[in-house]
């Protein structure tokens, strides 16, 4: 089983380089690199999700055609994993065995605040309030002058998302929640359930909107258990009761 894995905005494949390690040999962690990130910062923003969700179906093809996969989006990555679905679907592809959406506004709850036309002292702040990167890194003037164009073209892209989906995905679907998560929690994110028409889980877990990404949190062993063919009722239930 192939972990694929859609970083939150601003975020390169490294932040999932943690979870390689601790899925085991039954799942390989695939982090997916969008173009203009990470190692491949020279390339190309994308700001618009739907050249961008054609790129990564080109792109992810031939792994698609391996054998099982799930999809895990983060926040941007959600949404992009989502409309992503929706293109595997409309292409005959290959469909994810199941879709985890992470701190993911669903369609009609559009963002409440619009980061991505923030001057850039606020938009630090911003992200330091959300906890989006370390404070060290979000006081180096290099970060500023290199990687926030990235964070502001891929806000812009999160924040004007206004796909309409065809149709309910016949897909089984996790959605997680930060229960302290500003921009998405868990009143919000179960706006989710009319756009699938397959298995629907929902779990809330302590913490804000980069609630997976704490070692404490728990998420990687959920998703492990999940995908080891888990029965689906124990995903929905939760530490937390959502």
């Known amino acids: ?3 694929l894995c859609l970083p939150h905005a601003g975020g390169s494949a490294a932040v999932y380089a943690r979870w390689t390690r601790l899925f085991g040999p039954g799942v390989r962690v695939v982090p997916v690199e969008y173009p203009g990130h990470g190692r491949r910062l020279r390339e190309p923003l994308h700001i618009s999700a739907a050249t961008l969700v054609d790129r990564l179906v080109e792109e992810l093809r ?4 391996e054998g099982p996969f799930a999809v895990f989006g983060h926040s941007m ?6 409309r992503f679905t929706h ?3 409309r292409r005959g592809l290959p469909l994810p065995a199941r879709l985890f959406l992470s701190a993911a506004r669903p369609p009609g709850h559009p963002a409440t605040a619009a980061l991505h036309t923030l001057d850039d002292a606020g938009l630090v702040a911003a992200l330091a309030e959300l906890g989006g ?20 073209a891929d806000l812009l892209l999160a924040e004007t998302w206004a796909f309409r989906p065809p149709a309910p995905l016949d897909v089984p679907v996790s959605v997680l929640s930060g229960l302290a ?3 998405a929690p868990p009143g919000v994110t179960a706006g989710w359930r009319p756009h ?4 629907f889980a929902r779990r809330a877990y302590p913490g ?9 949190s728990g998420v990687p062993a959920d998703l492990r258990q999940a995908l080891g063919g888990a029965a689906q009722g124990t995903f929905s239930t939760g530490r937390t009761g959502a």
Request: aromatic letters at 12%.
């Open 1 to 3: 089983m192939k972990l």
């Open 62 to 65: 031939p792994l698609l055609r």
């Open 77 to 82: 990555g959600g949404l992009l994993a989502f």
């Open 87 to 89: 293109e595997l679907v």
């Open 133 to 152: 990167a370390p404070p060290e890194v979000l006081a180096d003037p290099e970060f500023v002058r290199t990687l926030l164009p990235v964070v502001r």
């Open 181 to 183: 998560d500003p921009l």
């Open 196 to 199: 699938f028409a397959g298995a």
């Open 208 to 216: 804000g909107h980069f609630f997976p990404f704490d070692a404490a």
